[in-house]
């Protein structure tokens, strides 16, 4: 085994294996739905079996590293720790993938579920801020019902080529404007 500066090059391949890895599994969030969840699996089971080093050969860097991509599993991913060891333990690429393919579905599916329910609850907490104050720019159609001014007394609707505009009337001579469910003017 050759040593460069102190770091061998079996080190210095699994960390930039790592980076290269972290960096395909970030641009693998962008896609979507069960997709994201199916790559981004897929990235960081890789970056576990390319940096699968004994332990006294792994530096600091790349123990950090590892641990980035176990408490990701872990954390965003709801994986058990056997779970994670079953799949790391699987070398060959092909038979690995196929392990990722037959429980991606079910992960992705406690995701949308979590992501849900931080929705509502963030929704939730933002029509209780919403409830003692009169409509802005920017609500939406939930959060104006939500606001001091309630449900209109009636809806004109408009629908162009390019938006639909709608005009809630209150009592009062008050007027919102909404763009495609999003308040662009408020006249009272």
Known sequence: MAI???CSNELKDAKKNADAGMYMY??????????????GLKWLFGILDET???QKQMDNELRDKRNNVLNLLSEKYMMTDEEIKEISSIKE??????????????IAEKLAKKQDLE???????????????????GMTKKEVEASLWGTPDSINTTVTAHVKSEQWVYDGYRYV??????VTSISY
């Open 4 to 6: 460069l500066g102190g």
């Open 26 to 39: 970030e641009e693998s969030q962008e896609l979507d739905g069960d997709d994201k969840v199916e790559a």
């Open 52 to 54: 699968d080093l004994p």
């Open 93 to 106: 690429d092909d038979s690995r993938n196929a392990k990722i393919d037959s429980i991606y579905k079910p």
């Open 119 to 137: 929705e509502w609850k963030q929704q939730r907490e933002r029509l209780k801020q919403v409830a003692n104050m009169d409509p802005t720019i």
């Open 177 to 182: 404007y909404f763009d495609d469910g999003i």
